[in-house]
């Protein structure tokens, strides 16, 4: 149920984004999404790819701090409501999004969306309780 | 202006004959009550009688740091506890400060030495004096107090800090003489012109000005923006606190040291060999009339240079330029000692740290600030931003308890830190002094 997630860090300032991409990009390595956070001195790169083993050998051969999270992938209906039905139940449950971005690609009809929580576990066990579809890893990688 | 007259314009032999007998009297003192003399003494087989000359002083073994740090707390004091009336600290090169003790008769030497001083920077009896050095375990505060009490001059003991409430103070009670770092004069400067207040139209005569390292072009500067006469002050807790030597305002050319209470020497700070006047090298402190702090050859770590051709302001005392740096790493961040290694032992007391981390030193809007950057490695790095600003906060914390100082915690990318021959370069001090 779970999905990995590699993350980078990065201080700010030019040309450590594109470095990342470019890096990644040479290796064959396809970003499936991705998210920054930035503060005003460094930034954290978090990204789904198609090869996560290969994105992190490549990266921390350039230097770069990876790091691996676990977070999941939640199929949300594509209407109105549909993102905040799903963060209803979660707010019910007491659960706390870490953080959360959005998917390019679709899975069918549904927008897929990654949430990072605290404890997963109870996490994925709310939202299958509830009717919430929670995509499997190999399915991510590869949409 | 003269303070003590008769000690300060000593004809040079009656001078060394006056230092000779205290300096035997303080090395018989430490002998036999300080064990930590006692064992360097005998080691080096040396009596206190042997010293017969005051040439036979370079006979002795140093002191060091060190040394005070391994007899830590109050090892090195020379009286028991109950002749002790006050305890002062500077920071020491790991977690641990230096502790210096004064006995009554002590705090009465060092109150007069600052009233010389305060007097050698143009402050008399009639004077309003504004005290911005810190007051607590820094000797600065307190020893401008004492100083000015004892001159007779009214004291406004400010400390430092709350920089807006102290311009509508300067204003409103027009203090004549102005006593902190100078990097703070300067700060004050312009936190009065950004309230409106032109600094050059208050009461001020002349600012005595130490406890960081400054330059001549800082003093230009000071006297400028400031409109008041800038004079330099030596000093170290070890030795005794402010009030080891002063600039004369006459002259402001060299700080005469106050030899009728120290003997100064200049030596190669490699070799540890005596070096002639004129010549640059560490300055080393013998004190001769302290009761519970006596420190014998203490190695200061400050670079400067000795003068003994005589001053036009009437005293026979020799002076020393002002310091132009340090045998070691220690940096002075708004007046108060930092030792890289000091940092370091914080970062690693905290097991999630990496070890490469290098400390950068600005003076911005003439105040120093120090940036400490660490680099982020797996064992720290986290995918949220609350997680790292936490790290960088703890640091930040754990500085500031250590050390006393604020700090900017900067968290960068490996490798960020420039290696030179496979060590990291831990220091780039960015102030142009």
Known sequence: ?143 | MIYNEEFETLPREALEAIQLRRLKNTLERVYHTVPFYKKQFDEHGIKPDDVKSLEDLQKLPFTTKQDLRDNYPFGMFAVPMDSVVRIHASSGTTGKPTVVGYTARDIKTWSELMARTLMAGGATKGDIIHNAYGYGLFTGGLGFHYGAETLGASVIPISGGNTKRQVMIMKDFGPTILTCTPSYALLLAEVAEEMGIDFRSLKFKSGIFGAEPWSEQMRQEIERKLNLDAVDIYGLSEVMGPGVAVECIEAKNGLHIFEDHFIAEIIDPETGEPLPYGVKGELVFTTITKEAFPVIRYRTRDISVLYREPCKCGRTLIRMERVSGRTDDMLIIRGVNVFPSQIESVLMEMEEVSPHYQLIVDRVEHMDQLTVMVEVNEKIFSDTVKNLQQLENKIRKNIKDMLGISTIVKLVEPKTIERTEGKAKRVIDNRKL
């Open chain 1, 1 to 143: 149920m779970k999905v990995e997630q590699i993350s980078v860090f990065l201080e700010n300032k030019a040309g450590r984004l594109a470095e990342v991409t470019r890096l990644l990009g040479d290796g064959g390595v396809n970003i499936r999404a991705l998210s920054l956070a930035d503060t005003s001195d460094f930034g954290i790169l978090r990204l789904i790819v198609n090869d996560n083993e290969k994105a992190k050998k490549i990266l921390k051969e350039n230097g770069f701090t990876v790091g691996k999270t676990n977070v999941v992938a939640i199929e949300v209906e594509d209407r109105p409501g549909g993102l905040a039905r799903i963060l209803d139940i979660l707010y019910r449950a007491g659960i706390n999004v870490e953080y959360m971005y959005a998917f390019v690609q679709q899975s069918g009809e549904n927008a897929v969306i990654i949430f990072r929580f605290d404890n997963l576990d109870e996490a994925i066990r709310v939202l299958q309780e509830n009717g919430v579809t929670v995509i499997n890893g190999s399915k991510v990688y590869t949409l």
